[in-house]
């Protein structure tokens, strides 16, 4: 069976030694009831949750096939509802919400480990309540005073739960050409009808009520994403007094059989007339959905975080235990009959990058996190505003870099068993099937590249990006000039300014360029991202003698002499153009010859 021990000594670390988050807490008046041992109290409470509770659920809700659909219900696999209801008793939903609406009012910083812990765990558990915080998040952006006071208190005892309907048959990414209507009531209301599909939790037993935030379009609305606007559409309509009154218009038309996280239903869902209350203004729903799909983004990188953990216990683990092969220098035991796998470099080679991987992507998402509470706690409007910036540069890069490396890292992990690691026992067969969905899902990888490449790149001319690099390079002054990593990340800092003139440059005069080097681009700022969160992790950990922390820095000389080097490669894959790519004809692609 999968084992999981959360890494709260990393946890720690990455909280208390590289970011000071204590620190950070009390010097904001909004986060100073926070402290570190607040804090480690409560990752070590989701630490027993993760483990003792939702871990065992995992793999069963897999073999007996998922979410059960039938005549427009769902049933959740077995243990998923007593789960939930402790997952909500213990207050977790709101873990992250506002204190006012019955949340915790935690910040960014801290609630990412959290994360992290169910989604090594149970990643189709985990998508039902994320959800519900999405939404959440949303209605309390843009929804009225009224709308706030009737869904948010419940969304946070997990009596009532969220959805986010975007895509249909038709539409996925280009949402301008929705077809679902919204026709207005007398009283206010209005009638939406039309078909929403990939709807995750669209339906299922763990809550009473479910609040659908749904697209659609108003009568004579603009065409395109600027006629689009948003509204709440409640499984059950709300009595006045804030009980349940009839079943609403909306219902599962059937659910998706899908290569993973089989114990998430994901929805088809058909509104047929179903009353619905707009959020916010008119045609200004995409901005409201954003503020959603926006943290779903980050989300998905801390699902590859939380897999790609699992996959390194387990291979690490495994590793330990497989007696095979001899050492080159003779053997470590005479008396056992083989070594342990361990004492090959290739095996070693495989772990090293998996956890390289790990350790660089945990510190980014607490970095991520720390700018989101940059925006939402700081009174400090010029902070505010460099932070916003960075997030919107580092959403693509925490969503699609964090996804595309944590599959990396487990397939790593997988080939360290061997043939066991195709096989459903040790339980890498199915983290593979279940990550590979965070690729796609909230805009697939190759989506979040165009947005860096374009919106947050060539049409700010570099302004965003070169912010970050100021910042990293005022960072790398600070450290020793004995650590390796300072002149590394100095170095990698200019051949990033380098390229991102040339990419800029060369957009003017090339439109197909930023579409056809996107991926290597957002790769090449991602492994920037990462040598930036060796520097801090180095200087952190260079002052202190214990093993534990010397160790950081022999996996920081590790990133930089193994991993680092595929800057380059992106580079120049960059530098050799858009012409290539786009030289042949349409026909090309589909010709037998």
Same mark, same amino acid.
């Given at each position: 069976?999968?084992?999981?021990?959360?890494?709260?000594?990393?946890?720690?670390?990455?909280?208390?030694?590289?970011?000071?988050?204590?620190?950070?807490?009390?010097?904001?008046?909004?986060?100073?009831?926070?402290?570190?041992?607040?804090?480690?109290?409560?990752?070590?409470e989701m630490a027993k949750f993760s483990k003792n509770v939702i871990l065992d659920l995992?793999?069963?809700?897999?073999?007996?096939?998922?979410?059960?659909?039938?005549?427009?219900?769902?049933?959740?696999?077995?243990?998923?509802?007593?789960?939930?209801?402790?997952?909500?008793?213990?207050?977790?939903?709101?873990?992250?919400?506002?204190?006012?609406?019955?949340?915790?009012?935690?910040?960014?910083?801290?609630?990412?480990?959290?994360?992290?812990?169910?989604?090594?765990?149970?990643?189709?558990?985990?998508?039902?309540?994320?959800?519900?915080?999405?939404?959440?998040?949303?209605?309390?952006?843009?929804?009225?005073?009224?709308?706030?006071?009737?869904?948010?208190?419940?969304?946070?005892?997990?009596?009532?739960?969220?959805?986010?309907?975007?895509?249909?048959?038709?539409?996925?990414?280009?949402?301008?050409?929705?077809?679902?209507?919204?026709?207005?009531?007398?009283?206010?209301?209005?009638?939406?009808?039309?078909?929403?599909?990939?709807?995750?939790?669209?339906?299922?037993?763990?809550?009473?009520?479910?609040?659908?935030?749904?697209?659609?379009?108003?009568?004579?609305?603009?065409?395109?994403?600027?006629?689009?606007?948003?509204?709440?559409?409640?499984?059950?309509?709300?009595?006045?007094?804030?009980?349940?009154?009839?079943?609403?218009?909306?219902?599962?038309?059937?659910?998706?059989?899908?290569?993973?996280?089989?114990?998430?239903?994901?929805?088809?869902?058909?509104?047929?007339?179903?009353?619905?209350?707009?959020?916010?203004?008119?045609?200004?729903?995409?901005?409201?959905?954003?503020?959603?799909?926006?943290?779903?983004?980050?989300?998905?990188?801390?699902?590859?975080?939380?897999?790609?953990?699992?996959?390194?216990?387990?291979?690490?683990?495994?590793?330990?235990?497989?007696?095979?092969?001899?050492?080159?220098?003779?053997?470590?035991?005479?008396?056992?009959?083989?070594?342990?796998?361990?004492?090959?470099?290739?095996?070693?080679?495989?772990?090293?990058?998996?956890?390289?991987?790990?350790?660089?992507?945990?510190?980014?998402?607490?970095?991520?996190?720390?700018?989101?509470?940059?925006?939402?706690?700081?009174?400090?409007?010029?902070? =505010?505003?460099?932070?916003?910036?960075?997030?919107? $540069?580092?959403?693509? @890069? !925490?969503?699609? *870099? /964090?996804?595309?490396?944590? +599959?990396?890292?487990?397939?790593?992990?997988?080939?360290?068993?061997?043939?066991?690691?195709?096989?459903?026992?040790?339980?890498?067969?199915?983290?593979?099937?279940?990550?590979?969905?965070?690729?796609?899902?909230?805009?697939?990888?190759?989506?979040?590249a165009i947005d860096l490449i374009g919106r947050k790149t060539t049409k700010c001319k570099g302004a965003y990006i070169a912010e970050y690099i100021a910042e990293i390079r005022?960072?790398?002054?600070?450290?020793?000039?004995?650590?390796?990593?300072?002149?590394?990340?100095?170095?990698?800092?200019?051949?990033?300014?380098?390229?991102?003139?040339?990419? =800029?440059?060369?957009?003017?005069?090339?439109?197909? $360029?930023?579409?056809? @080097? !996107?991926?290597? *681009? /957002?790769?090449?700022?991602? +492994?920037?991202?990462?040598?930036?969160?060796?520097?801090?992790?180095?200087?952190?950990?260079?002052?202190?003698?214990?093993?534990?922390?010397?160790?950081?820095?022999?996996?920081?000389?590790?990133?930089?002499?193994?991993?680092?080097?595929?800057?380059?490669?992106?580079?120049?894959?960059?530098?050799?153009?858009?012409?290539?790519?786009?030289?042949?004809?349409?026909?090309?692609?589909?010709?037998?010859?």
């Open positions: 069976m999968p084992i999981y021990n959360a890494p709260l000594k990393d946890m720690e670390f990455i909280l208390n030694d590289v970011f000071q988050a204590e620190q950070f807490w009390q010097n904001n008046e909004n986060l100073a009831h926070l402290d570190m041992a607040t804090a480690n109290a409560i990752l070590e995992n793999r069963p809700a897999d073999e007996e096939g998922g979410a059960q659909f039938s005549n427009g219900e769902v049933k959740t696999p077995a243990g998923f509802k007593e789960a939930f209801k402790q997952f909500a008793e213990g207050g977790w939903v709101g873990l992250g919400a506002p204190e006012e609406w019955g949340g915790q009012g935690m910040p960014k910083m801290l609630t990412v480990l959290a994360d992290e812990m169910i989604w090594s765990t149970n990643p189709s558990f985990m998508l039902y309540p994320l959800l519900t915080v999405g939404a959440g998040m949303a209605i309390n952006d843009r929804a009225s005073q009224e709308q706030k006071e009737t869904y948010l208190p419940k969304f946070y005892t997990g009596e009532w739960s969220g959805t986010m309907c975007l895509t249909e048959p038709h539409s996925g990414t280009d949402l301008g050409i929705i077809k679902t209507k919204a026709e207005p009531n007398e009283d206010g209301s209005y009638n939406i009808t039309g078909t929403k599909i990939f709807i995750t939790s669209g339906e299922h037993d763990l809550s009473e009520n479910i609040i659908h935030l749904v697209l659609a379009k108003t009568p004579n609305a603009p065409a395109g994403s600027r006629g689009i606007s948003l509204f709440i559409v409640p499984k059950f309509l709300v009595n006045v007094d804030g009980s349940l009154g009839e079943r609403n218009a909306v219902a599962a038309g059937s659910i998706e059989h899908k290569m993973g996280i089989k114990g998430s239903a994901t929805c088809v869902m058909n509104f047929d007339g179903a009353k619905g209350y707009m959020v916010g203004n008119e045609n200004e729903g995409l901005a409201g959905m954003f503020v959603m799909m926006n943290y779903e983004r980050l989300s998905m990188g801390i699902q590859g975080i939380g897999a790609a953990e699992f996959a390194y216990q387990n291979a690490a683990q495994y590793a330990t235990d497989r007696l095979q092969g001899r050492a080159s220098t003779g053997a470590k035991s005479p008396e056992k009959p083989a070594d342990s796998i361990l004492v090959h470099g290739d095996v070693r080679r495989m772990l090293l990058n998996v956890r390289a991987n790990n350790e660089a992507s945990r510190a980014f998402a607490v970095y991520v996190g720390q700018q989101l509470d940059i925006t939402k706690y700081s009174t400090d409007p010029e902070a =505010v505003r460099k932070a916003t910036d960075r997030v919107a $540069l580092l959403t693509p @890069i !925490a969503k699609a *870099y /964090l996804t595309d490396k944590a +599959l990396d890292a487990a397939l790593e992990a997988q080939m360290c068993f061997g043939g066991h690691g195709y096989i459903r026992e040790w339980g890498m067969e199915q983290c593979i099937r279940d990550l590979r969905i965070s690729q796609i899902y909230e805009g697939t990888n190759g989506v979040q005022e960072f790398s002054q600070s450290l020793d000039d004995a650590l390796t990593i300072k002149k590394a990340t100095l170095d990698t800092c200019q051949q990033l300014e380098d390229i991102t003139n040339f990419i =800029v440059e060369q957009s003017q005069v090339n439109p197909d $360029l930023a579409n056809s @080097i !996107a991926v290597d *681009y /957002l790769h090449a700022v991602g +492994l920037l991202s990462f040598v930036y969160m060796y520097a801090r992790i180095s200087k952190a950990a260079a002052t202190k003698e214990e093993s534990y922390f010397q160790n950081k820095l022999v996996l920081a000389n590790y990133y930089i002499a193994k991993v680092l080097p595929d800057l380059s490669a992106r580079i120049q894959r960059i530098q050799a153009g858009a012409e290539l790519v786009m030289q042949l004809p349409e026909e090309y692609f589909t010709a037998q010859a």
